[in-house]
T-cell receptor
Framework: SQTIHQWPATLVQPVGSPLSLECTVEGTSNPNLYWYRQAAGRGLQLLFYSVGIGQISSEVPQNLSASRPQDRQFILSSKKLLLSDSGFYLC?????????????FGPGTRLTVL | RKEVEQDPGPFNVPEGATVAFNCTYS??????FFWYRQDCRKEPKLLMS???SGNEDGRFTAQLNRASQYISLLIRDSKLSDSATYLC????????????FGSGTQLTVLP
């Protein structure tokens, strides 16, 4: 199975500050990678996904960006955080082969923007 | 209409009870179906896949009705440790990009 590492686990940032969240994956090669956000009491919102190095698709317009500099590294960034960026950020990885392959999630980063 | 809809609950049931969750999806071409479990302030984890013929894993039974675009999860003999949010998840046909998650149904099993 895959292991997803995310850091930091928690983060408190002022409005207008930059953001960088990192995700690394073990136990697979060439996976599809995803960034989700979960607001308090809400469902998972897909922010970005990547099917390969340097390939990023954005699902919703926002002030966030993502990059995939290496096969198993996925980074979520912002130049200026907004209050509405607060939430639980989850990185996920999924092997490309098969219809019923599991999507694994990292432990998440809980971001509070003040 | 949401792509995946679930009753948010909460469902509060006594230990030993049987509880059923339902989910509907809008994309008739959806290919794969899952139930994930999310504990409070933790990441979601796969509980079980849902196959066309229905499948069982211990106390958990999942069923799929493609004609009605409906998925269900039945939990028998509920345990305190079953308390969590249960997410209905659908993978659209031909999509490499994502799974679509429902907002989840919250279950609390009471002693």
């Amino acid at each position: 199975s895959q292991t997803i590492h995310q850091w930091p686990a928690t983060l408190v940032q002022p409005v207008g500050s930059p953001l960088s969240l990192e995700c690394t994956v073990e136990g697979t090669s060439n996976p599809n990678l995803y960034w989700y956000r979960q607001a308090a009491g809400r469902g998972l919102q897909l922010l970005f996904y990547s099917v390969g190095i340097g390939q990023i698709s954005s699902e919703v317009p926002q002030n966030l960006s993502a990059s995939r500099p290496q096969d198993r590294q996925f980074i979520l960034s912002s130049k200026k955080l907004l209050l509405s960026d607060s939430g639980f950020y989850l990185c996920a990885s999924r092997s490309r082969l098969g219809s019923y392959n599991e999507q694994f999630f990292g432990p998440g980063t809980r971001l509070t923007v003040l | 209409r949401k792509e995946v809809e679930q009753d948010p609950g909460p469902f509060n049931v006594p230990e030993g009870a049987t509880v059923a969750f339902n989910c509907t999806y809008s994309n008739s071409a959806s290919q794969s179906f899952f139930w994930y479990r999310q504990d409070c302030r933790k990441e979601p984890k796969l509980l079980m896949s849902v196959y066309s013929s229905g499948n069982e894993d211990g106390r958990f039974t999942a069923q799929l009705n493609r004609a009605s675009q409906y998925i269900s999860l039945l939990i028998r003999d509920s345990k305190l440790s079953d308390s969590a949010t249960y997410l209905c998840v659908v993978r659209p046909s031909g999509s490499a990009r994502q799974l679509t998650f429902g907002s989840g149904t919250q279950l609390t099993v009471l002693p």
